[in-house]
Protein backbone atom coordinates (compact mmCIF):
# COMPACT_ATOMS: atom_id res chain seq x y z
CA UNK A 1 0.00 0.00 0.00
CA UNK A 2 1.21 3.31 -0.54
CA UNK A 3 0.61 6.36 1.94
CA UNK A 4 0.86 9.69 -0.79
CA UNK A 5 0.40 12.86 1.66
CA UNK A 6 0.90 16.34 -0.18
CA UNK A 7 2.12 19.74 1.37
CA UNK A 8 0.76 22.90 0.77
CA UNK A 9 2.45 25.66 2.17
CA UNK A 10 1.03 29.39 2.79
CA UNK A 11 2.56 32.49 4.58
CA UNK A 12 -0.43 32.90 6.75
CA UNK A 13 -3.92 31.22 7.55
CA UNK A 14 -6.39 30.03 5.54
CA UNK A 15 -9.57 31.30 5.22
CA UNK A 16 -9.90 34.78 4.87
CA UNK A 17 -5.83 35.44 4.17
CA UNK A 18 -5.28 39.10 3.64
CA UNK A 19 -1.28 38.75 3.08
CA UNK A 20 0.82 36.98 0.51
CA UNK A 21 0.48 33.67 -0.52
CA UNK A 22 3.75 31.82 -1.06
CA UNK A 23 2.64 28.28 -1.58
CA UNK A 24 3.92 25.01 -3.07
CA UNK A 25 1.62 22.12 -3.32
CA UNK A 26 4.00 19.35 -2.53
CA UNK A 27 3.77 15.67 -2.34
CA UNK A 28 5.13 12.77 0.26
CA UNK A 29 4.91 9.12 -0.95
CA UNK A 30 4.26 7.14 2.32
CA UNK A 31 4.77 3.56 1.47
CA UNK A 32 3.24 1.49 3.70
CA UNK A 33 5.28 -1.92 4.00
CA UNK A 34 2.39 -5.85 4.16
CA UNK A 35 4.14 -5.85 7.64
CA UNK A 36 2.10 -2.79 8.49
CA UNK A 37 -1.33 -4.80 8.76
CA UNK A 38 -2.94 -2.58 10.97
CA UNK A 39 -1.79 0.47 8.74
CA UNK A 40 -0.96 2.87 11.41
CA UNK A 41 2.31 3.92 9.34
CA UNK A 42 4.28 1.56 11.02
CA UNK A 43 5.33 -2.63 11.43
CA UNK A 44 5.22 -2.95 15.34
CA UNK A 45 3.63 -4.68 18.34
CA UNK A 46 0.24 -4.63 16.69
CA UNK A 47 1.52 -6.55 13.96
CA UNK A 48 3.39 -9.11 15.51
CA UNK A 49 0.39 -9.82 17.76
CA UNK A 50 -1.73 -10.33 14.78
CA UNK A 51 0.79 -12.19 12.82
CA UNK A 52 0.89 -14.61 15.88
CA UNK A 53 -3.31 -15.31 16.05
CA UNK A 54 -2.96 -16.64 12.45
CA UNK A 55 0.15 -18.57 12.96
CA UNK A 56 -0.08 -21.67 10.97
CA UNK A 57 -2.20 -22.72 8.18
CA UNK A 58 -4.03 -20.04 7.07
CA UNK A 59 -5.79 -19.02 3.41
CA UNK A 60 -5.76 -15.15 2.23
CA UNK A 61 -4.11 -13.97 5.62
CA UNK A 62 -2.75 -10.67 6.27
CA UNK A 63 0.36 -12.32 7.64
CA UNK A 64 1.30 -14.91 4.97
CA UNK A 65 3.38 -12.45 2.89
CA UNK A 66 4.96 -15.03 0.83
CA UNK A 67 1.26 -15.88 -0.43
CA UNK A 68 2.29 -19.87 0.40
CA UNK A 69 -1.14 -20.34 2.53
CA UNK A 70 0.92 -20.56 5.77
CA UNK A 71 2.05 -17.89 8.19
CA UNK A 72 5.10 -18.79 10.16
CA UNK A 73 8.94 -18.45 10.94
CA UNK A 74 9.20 -16.62 6.97
CA UNK A 75 6.97 -14.53 7.60
CA UNK A 76 7.91 -13.54 11.05
CA UNK A 77 11.66 -12.72 9.88
CA UNK A 78 10.09 -10.52 7.04
CA UNK A 79 7.82 -8.66 9.89
CA UNK A 80 11.05 -8.16 11.86
CA UNK A 81 12.91 -6.83 9.05
CA UNK A 82 10.77 -4.10 8.34
CA UNK A 83 10.54 -3.07 12.08
CA UNK A 84 9.62 0.36 12.50
CA UNK A 85 8.04 3.33 10.77
CA UNK A 86 7.42 3.16 7.13
CA UNK A 87 9.94 4.92 4.39
CA UNK A 88 8.56 8.28 3.10
CA UNK A 89 9.73 9.85 -0.40
CA UNK A 90 8.53 12.97 -2.01
CA UNK A 91 6.59 13.62 -5.24
CA UNK A 92 7.95 17.23 -6.52
CA UNK A 93 6.72 16.13 -9.88
CA UNK A 94 3.35 17.28 -8.61
CA UNK A 95 3.86 20.61 -7.47
CA UNK A 96 1.73 23.36 -7.69
CA UNK A 97 2.38 27.29 -6.21
CA UNK A 98 0.24 29.38 -4.91
CA UNK A 99 -2.79 27.09 -3.46
CA UNK A 100 -4.79 26.40 -0.28
CA UNK A 101 -8.08 24.26 1.21
CA UNK A 102 -7.89 21.55 -0.84
CA UNK A 103 -10.48 18.79 -1.06
CA UNK A 104 -10.58 16.12 -3.23
CA UNK A 105 -13.25 13.42 -4.18
CA UNK A 106 -13.29 10.85 -7.52
CA UNK A 107 -15.64 11.81 -9.91
CA UNK A 108 -18.20 9.48 -12.66
CA UNK A 109 -15.55 7.94 -14.31
CA UNK A 110 -13.05 7.45 -11.22
CA UNK A 111 -11.09 9.69 -11.90
CA UNK A 112 -9.39 11.87 -8.99
CA UNK A 113 -10.93 15.64 -8.89
CA UNK A 114 -8.88 18.38 -6.70
CA UNK A 115 -10.06 21.51 -5.38
CA UNK A 116 -8.70 24.23 -3.85
CA UNK A 117 -7.89 27.64 -3.26
CA UNK A 118 -5.40 29.31 -5.80
CA UNK A 119 -3.71 32.61 -5.97
CA UNK A 120 -1.48 32.63 -9.10
CA UNK A 121 -0.12 36.37 -8.52
CA UNK A 122 1.21 34.74 -4.90
CA UNK A 123 -0.98 37.40 -2.99
CA UNK A 124 -4.82 38.12 -2.32
CA UNK A 125 -5.54 40.23 -5.82
CA UNK A 126 -6.49 37.38 -7.56
CA UNK A 127 -7.96 34.56 -5.98
CA UNK A 128 -10.73 31.72 -7.03
CA UNK A 129 -11.54 27.88 -6.39
CA UNK A 130 -9.56 26.22 -8.66
CA UNK A 131 -9.67 22.74 -9.44
CA UNK A 132 -7.46 19.70 -11.63
CA UNK A 133 -8.37 16.24 -12.36
CA UNK A 134 -6.09 12.96 -12.37
CA UNK A 135 -6.80 10.11 -14.16
CA UNK A 136 -4.04 7.71 -12.91
CA UNK A 137 -4.73 7.70 -9.37
CA UNK A 138 -2.91 10.91 -8.63
CA UNK A 139 0.82 10.17 -10.31
CA UNK A 140 0.00 13.45 -12.85
CA UNK A 141 -2.45 15.74 -13.29
CA UNK A 142 -4.28 17.99 -15.63
CA UNK A 143 -3.98 21.69 -15.95
CA UNK A 144 -5.64 23.66 -13.15
CA UNK A 145 -9.04 25.50 -14.45
CA UNK A 146 -10.71 28.07 -12.62
CA UNK A 147 -14.17 27.22 -11.91
CA UNK A 148 -16.70 29.21 -13.27
CA UNK A 149 -20.16 30.60 -12.45
CA UNK A 150 -23.50 31.05 -14.03
CA UNK A 151 -25.63 33.37 -11.53
CA UNK A 152 -23.24 35.51 -9.52
CA UNK A 153 -24.32 38.72 -10.15
CA UNK A 154 -25.21 39.90 -7.15
CA UNK A 155 -22.87 41.39 -4.09
CA UNK A 156 -20.70 38.46 -2.13
CA UNK A 157 -17.26 37.69 -1.27
CA UNK A 158 -14.94 35.29 -2.92
CA UNK A 159 -15.83 31.95 -2.66
CA UNK A 160 -13.67 30.24 -0.74
CA UNK A 161 -13.06 26.64 1.53
CA UNK A 162 -14.02 23.96 -1.24
CA UNK A 163 -15.88 21.30 -0.13
CA UNK A 164 -16.73 18.92 -3.35
CA UNK A 165 -19.62 16.14 -3.54
CA UNK A 166 -20.40 13.69 -5.90
CA UNK A 167 -24.34 13.40 -6.38
CA UNK A 168 -25.91 10.31 -7.78
CA UNK A 169 -27.05 11.01 -10.85
CA UNK A 170 -23.48 12.00 -11.79
CA UNK A 171 -23.49 15.89 -10.90
CA UNK A 172 -21.73 18.09 -8.47
CA UNK A 173 -22.87 19.89 -5.70
CA UNK A 174 -20.07 22.30 -4.26
CA UNK A 175 -19.99 23.73 -0.56
CA UNK A 176 -18.02 26.97 0.15
CA UNK A 177 -18.01 29.68 2.50
CA UNK A 178 -19.17 33.04 1.46
CA UNK A 179 -21.12 35.97 2.76
CA UNK A 180 -23.72 37.97 1.11
CA UNK A 181 -22.60 41.94 1.13
CA UNK A 182 -24.84 44.41 2.73
CA UNK A 183 -27.38 41.67 3.92
CA UNK A 184 -25.21 38.76 6.06
CA UNK A 185 -23.05 39.42 9.54
CA UNK A 186 -20.84 36.59 9.26
CA UNK A 187 -19.82 34.21 6.41
CA UNK A 188 -21.54 31.11 6.46
CA UNK A 189 -22.33 27.67 4.04
CA UNK A 190 -23.71 28.04 0.40
CA UNK A 191 -23.84 25.33 -1.96
CA UNK A 192 -24.06 25.53 -5.95
CA UNK A 193 -24.45 22.83 -8.72
CA UNK A 194 -23.14 21.74 -11.92
CA UNK A 195 -22.91 18.77 -14.68
CA UNK A 196 -19.62 18.94 -15.63
CA UNK A 197 -17.21 20.09 -12.39
CA UNK A 198 -16.30 23.02 -13.84
CA UNK A 199 -19.47 25.30 -14.69
CA UNK A 200 -21.89 25.93 -11.36
CA UNK A 201 -24.84 27.35 -10.46
CA UNK A 202 -25.54 29.25 -7.21
CA UNK A 203 -28.30 27.28 -5.14
CA UNK A 204 -30.72 29.54 -3.03
CA UNK A 205 -30.39 30.29 0.33
CA UNK A 206 -27.94 29.16 2.71
CA UNK A 207 -26.79 25.60 3.79
CA UNK A 208 -25.48 25.92 7.05
CA UNK A 209 -24.83 29.54 9.61
CA UNK A 210 -24.49 30.65 12.81
CA UNK A 211 -26.27 33.30 14.68
CA UNK A 212 -23.94 34.83 16.67
CA UNK A 213 -20.48 33.92 14.47
CA UNK A 214 -19.36 33.47 11.22
CA UNK A 215 -19.33 29.46 10.14
CA UNK A 216 -16.19 28.67 8.20
CA UNK A 217 -13.93 25.37 6.47
CA UNK A 218 -17.37 23.33 5.83
CA UNK A 219 -16.55 19.71 4.56
CA UNK A 220 -19.55 17.61 3.81
CA UNK A 221 -19.75 14.03 3.25
CA UNK A 222 -22.40 11.12 2.22
CA UNK A 223 -21.84 8.04 4.45
CA UNK A 224 -24.89 5.49 5.85
CA UNK A 225 -27.02 7.22 3.70
CA UNK A 226 -26.91 10.69 4.88
CA UNK A 227 -25.06 13.80 4.43
CA UNK A 228 -22.57 14.88 7.57
CA UNK A 229 -21.69 18.60 8.02
CA UNK A 230 -18.47 19.26 9.72
CA UNK A 231 -16.77 22.64 10.87
CA UNK A 232 -14.30 24.31 13.32
CA UNK A 233 -16.13 25.22 16.37
CA UNK A 234 -15.63 29.28 16.45
CA UNK A 235 -13.42 29.76 18.83
CA UNK A 236 -13.13 26.77 20.46
CA UNK A 237 -9.57 24.72 19.69
CA UNK A 238 -11.17 21.68 19.08
CA UNK A 239 -13.89 19.46 18.10
CA UNK A 240 -16.70 20.22 15.33
CA UNK A 241 -19.90 21.51 14.39
CA UNK A 242 -21.80 18.73 13.02
CA UNK A 243 -25.26 18.95 11.37
CA UNK A 244 -26.70 16.35 8.97
CA UNK A 245 -29.04 15.98 5.85
CA UNK A 246 -31.12 13.64 4.13
CA UNK A 247 -30.74 15.75 0.66
CA UNK A 248 -27.85 17.73 0.96
CA UNK A 249 -29.63 20.63 1.19
CA UNK A 250 -31.55 21.56 4.61
CA UNK A 251 -29.06 20.26 7.54
CA UNK A 252 -30.08 19.94 10.85
CA UNK A 253 -27.47 21.05 13.80
CA UNK A 254 -26.60 18.07 15.45
CA UNK A 255 -24.89 18.10 19.14
CA UNK A 256 -21.26 19.27 18.54
CA UNK A 257 -18.48 16.15 17.86
CA UNK A 258 -15.76 15.90 19.89
CA UNK A 259 -13.20 14.09 20.34
CA UNK A 260 -13.05 12.20 23.77
CA UNK A 261 -9.48 12.62 25.45
CA UNK A 262 -8.47 14.83 22.94
CA UNK A 263 -8.64 18.84 23.27
CA UNK A 264 -6.26 19.70 20.34
CA UNK A 265 -8.28 17.98 17.52
CA UNK A 266 -10.34 20.86 15.26
CA UNK A 267 -12.42 19.46 12.58
CA UNK A 268 -10.53 21.51 9.78
CA UNK A 269 -10.18 19.55 7.29
CA UNK A 270 -12.01 16.83 5.29
CA UNK A 271 -14.15 13.40 5.86
CA UNK A 272 -13.58 10.44 3.51
CA UNK A 273 -14.29 6.81 3.53
CA UNK A 274 -11.41 4.40 3.53
CA UNK A 275 -12.03 0.57 3.48
CA UNK A 276 -16.12 1.61 3.99
CA UNK A 277 -14.97 3.64 7.16
CA UNK A 278 -15.39 7.00 7.85
CA UNK A 279 -12.21 8.83 8.06
CA UNK A 280 -11.55 12.36 9.35
CA UNK A 281 -8.42 14.05 7.95
CA UNK A 282 -8.36 17.13 10.53
CA UNK A 283 -5.65 19.88 12.25
CA UNK A 284 -3.96 19.58 15.44
CA UNK A 285 -4.55 23.09 17.37
CA UNK A 286 -1.72 25.50 17.95
CA UNK A 287 0.37 25.30 21.21
CA UNK A 288 2.42 27.49 22.68
CA UNK A 289 3.16 29.54 19.57
CA UNK A 290 4.00 26.81 17.68
CA UNK A 291 2.27 25.01 14.29
CA UNK A 292 0.20 21.87 16.36
CA UNK A 293 -0.08 19.32 13.00
CA UNK A 294 -3.19 17.33 11.52
CA UNK A 295 -4.46 13.45 12.73
CA UNK A 296 -6.35 11.31 11.16
CA UNK A 297 -9.13 10.34 13.35
CA UNK A 298 -11.97 7.10 12.59
CA UNK A 299 -15.58 6.59 13.17
CA UNK A 300 -18.26 4.28 12.31
CA UNK A 301 -21.19 6.99 13.14
CA UNK A 302 -19.83 10.12 12.19
CA UNK A 303 -20.04 10.89 15.97
CA UNK A 304 -17.53 8.73 18.12
CA UNK A 305 -13.79 8.90 16.57
CA UNK A 306 -11.06 8.05 18.01
CA UNK A 307 -7.35 9.20 16.48
CA UNK A 308 -5.07 6.75 14.87
CA UNK A 309 -2.24 9.06 12.99
CA UNK A 310 -0.61 12.44 14.29
CA UNK A 311 1.97 14.31 12.42
CA UNK A 312 3.43 17.58 14.13
CA UNK A 313 4.60 20.69 12.15
CA UNK A 314 3.74 23.85 10.52
CA UNK A 315 0.70 21.87 8.84
CA UNK A 316 -3.05 22.03 8.84
CA UNK A 317 -5.97 21.65 6.95
CA UNK A 318 -5.52 18.09 4.95
CA UNK A 319 -7.78 16.13 2.53
CA UNK A 320 -7.30 12.64 1.99
CA UNK A 321 -8.84 9.52 -0.26
CA UNK A 322 -8.36 6.13 -1.15
CA UNK A 323 -6.66 5.22 -3.84
CA UNK A 324 -5.52 2.08 -5.27
CA UNK A 325 -2.54 2.03 -4.12
CA UNK A 326 -3.10 3.72 -0.95
CA UNK A 327 -4.19 6.86 0.67
CA UNK A 328 -3.74 10.14 -1.32
CA UNK A 329 -3.54 12.97 1.63
CA UNK A 330 -3.53 16.85 0.84
CA UNK A 331 -2.21 18.75 4.30
CA UNK A 332 -1.57 22.46 4.11
CA UNK A 333 1.66 23.21 5.21
CA UNK A 334 1.86 27.14 7.21
CA UNK A 335 5.76 28.76 7.51
CA UNK A 336 4.82 31.80 8.95
CA UNK A 337 6.43 33.32 12.34
CA UNK A 338 2.79 33.13 14.35
CA UNK A 339 0.27 30.23 14.35
Known amino acids: MLFVTIFIISTLTFAGQTGPWDNDLEASLFIDSPTDMD ?32 VNVSDLLQ ?23 PCITRGPSGELVQMFQWFPNGDVSVQFIARRTSLDEGATWGEIQSIQWTNDNFPHSTPADPSLVLLDNGTWRLYFTSHLIDVDDYPATFSATSTDGLLFEWEAEKRMDLVTSGLLDPSIIFFNGEYHFFAPRPGISHGSIYATSTDGITFTQQSDVVV ?30 NWGGVFIATSDNAVDWTVTWTNYGEIADPAGIQISDGILMF ?7 EP
Open 260 to 289: NGHTDTKFLGNPSIIDDQLHFFGTLEPTEG
Open 331 to 337: VTALYSS
Open 39 to 70: GNGATDVSDLLELIKQWGSCTNCTGDFDNNDF
Open 79 to 101: LIDAWGENEIQTLPSITVSNAGV
